[in-house]
């Protein structure tokens, strides 16, 4: 079986198919900003004719609604409003020709990004959701007045086969009319966890996993029209072998299934050893929407609650008071339980324009992270600080800086936040208790952590970057994936050095890397003494599960020992692996079917 690619699960589930490769045509920045009209009531005929299918098409489906799926009445609110919208952005297109003599393409376009601008401008996570929906209904009235295909119709009109749908991005309508069309599994480039498509298409049990590295072009010429497996428990995109038949496939699938099925059953027990070690499973969390789903999946608080998305899509940073309303909100959802917030870790792989963050060579060693906002944005950082402290006043916050590479950067933050805390109190403004931590992604930082440890509260690891900075590796670097390795010696005693030197200060240690969410790692990480493990939500359940089965006490020596007398890079994963296998037996069958998965990415 071979990895064709590899994401993160947005729905949990394990579905084979056909795969259907498909790249929409950007029809939106082809409508010139010059199309005018000669002919206003063409155009207005035009525009109503394309609401007309629209209309047809999502009444066909509502019809099948209530005939046959009488329990999704949410599905029947979204498609009315849907309607609603569309309406309503007919009447405003309608007014645009008639006021300014411009083709209907045109005039929809205008209406449509009038309004994105607003909701993105909002600042809401909630309401910019529905930014989906207007791209959705401009795409689709677009389209139909162009004569362009829409790829539900398309896929309707071929063979009933179970597809798997590979594309750049998915429109929640186009979802909803595949879902009774044969549509079993779903990879996109663009996305996320709480988006319109993904809420939908965990409604209909469609597995589906985001893939941002995914390259259309590429990856059709491999897979189109091929028999494919989406693994959304992991986030696998595989290409069965040729001699493994559909039986073999589905026997696989129940096997994964059933498991999955267990730990979230089991998701609500605590994550304690089987000789007493209490470890925390929190979330990691990428905006306000993420948030409300935490406790759903069993997870204990957020360790990781990323502020980048507060700054995207806007025209300026959101100030303090817009900060610490979200940050409310978000202890609202996980019941004032812990949040810890990370300064924001722009630039890199994360441009904000109006930040004006020069063009660097290597980017992923320039100017990012706490680095930037020390050098050039402290009035960004101050904000941040201000409205942790102000928050912590009604839940429990902690506040951490990204890409931490030297001692004085700390002392600087640490500094800014003392004089902040003197403002708040000179203005007599409330705040709380807020512990300070780092984030050990830089090996320079991990290596003198010892010096570190009188300055922080606690500390979290990011093994992602720090693997790739240990082993020089890029982890998105096709080419060089094979050296990327977390379970490498050298960082896992590097692993080791950060953690054993906290224990000793009293300092609490988090891992919040893709490190945290695999089962594989999670002996060794509690052997090495962690403390709490934040995971990608859909982990947490299978995280808490193996936890709760493993005995710290009977594992670690022979883990320490392996990690300090290695024969071979691939021996630790190797015990592991047999660990798992032997303490927890119905990890078994789990673990050879991720085990061919992974071997098949070797070269």
């Keep these: ?46 525009l109503k004719n394309a609401l007309e299918v629209l209309n047809n098409k999502v009444n066909n489906y509502l019809e099948f609604i209530k005939n046959e799926r009488k329990e999704l009445k949410e599905i029947n609110d979204i498609l009315n409003a849907y309607l609603l919208i569309a309406d309503s952005i007919v009447e405003e297109a309608i007014d645009k020709i008639k006021s300014d003599n411009v083709c209907a393409e045109l005039a929809v376009k205008v209406i449509i990004e009038k309004y994105i601008q607003k909701l993105r401008e909002s600042g809401s996570e909630l309401i910019s959701m529905r930014v989906d929906d207007l791209i ?279 500094k800014i936040m003392n004089e902040v805390k003197e403002d708040l109190e000179r203005k007599g403004i409330n705040y709380g208790k807020v512990s300070f931590g780092i984030m050990v992604e830089i090996p320079s930082i991990a290596l003198i952590i010892d010096k570190v440890m009188n300055y922080v509260d606690f500390v979290s690891i990011g093994t992602n970057d720090l693997t790739q900075y240990i082993l020089a590796a890029d982890r998105d670097n096709e080419k060089v994936q094979y050296l990327y390795n977390e379970f490498h010696p050298s960082v896992l005693r590097l692993l080791y050095n950060v953690v054993n030197t906290a224990k000793r200060h009293g300092v609490r240690v988090d891992v919040c890397g893709e490190m945290a969410s695999n089962e594989i790692a999670i002996p060794i990480l509690l052997s090495l003494g962690v403390d709490a493990l934040s995971v990608n939500i859909t982990s947490i359940p299978k995280i808490k599960y193996i936890v709760r089965k493993l005995n710290i006490g009977k594992i670690r020596n022979s883990i320490m020992e392996l990690i300090n007398n290695f024969s071979n890079e691939g021996d630790v994963r190797e015990l592991v692996m047999r660990i798992l296998m032997e303490t927890i037996t119905e990890l078994t069958p789990l673990m050879k079917i991720y085990e061919s998965y992974e071997n098949s990415q070797q070269p």
């Design 1 to 46: 079986m071979k990895v064709i690619a590899k994401g993160v699960p947005i729905v949990s589930g394990l579905a084979i198919g056909v795969a259907k490769v498909w790249k929409e045509e950007d029809v939106f920045n082809n409508i010139s900003s010059n199309c005018r009209s000669n002919n206003n009531d063409f155009e207005i005929r035009k």
């Design 136 to 414: 959705d209904i401009e795409s689709q009235l677009i389209r139909i007045m162009l004569g362009k295909p829409l790829l539900y119709d398309l896929l309707i009109n071929q063979s009933r086969d179970n597809i798997i749908l590979i594309t750049n991005d998915i429109m929640p309508s186009t979802i909803l009319l595949l879902a009774r069309s044969g549509l079993v599994g779903l990879v996109t480039k663009h996305g996320g966890i709480t988006s319109h498509s993904a809420i939908l298409a965990r409604t209909f049990n469609i597995p589906y996993i985001l893939v941002p590295s995914l390259d259309i072009e590429s990856i059709g010429t491999i897979i189109n029209d091929k028999a494919v497996i989406v693994d959304g428990y992991k986030g696998y995109l595989l290409l069965p072998d040729i001699n493994e038949s559909y039986t073999s496939l589905m026997q696989i699938a129940n096997i994964i299934k059933n498991i999955n099925d267990k730990f979230f059953n089991e998701r609500a027990q605590p994550a304690v050893t089987e000789d007493g070690h209490n470890i925390k499973v929190l979330a990691n969390v990428n905006n306000i929407e993420d948030a409300r789903i935490v406790l759903d999946y069993g997870g204990e608080g957020i360790g990781l609650l990323r502020l980048e998305f507060m700054y995207m899509n806007r025209k300026q940073p959101p100030n303090e008071n817009e900060l610490l309303s979200t940050l409310q909100k978000i202890s609202e959802f996980v019941h004032k339980r812990e949040i810890i917030v990370r300064a924001l870790d722009a630039g890199g792989d994360k441009p904000i324009p109006y930040l004006n963050i020069s063009k660097e060579n290597n980017p992923f060693l320039g100017l990012r992270g706490i680095r930037l906002l020390l050098k050039e944005h402290q009035d960004i950082l101050i904000d941040e600080i201000r409205a942790v402290l102000r928050a912590s006043s009604f839940g429990e916050f902690g506040f951490m800086i990204p890409m931490v590479s030297t001692l004085s950067e700390i002392i600087e933050t640490k």
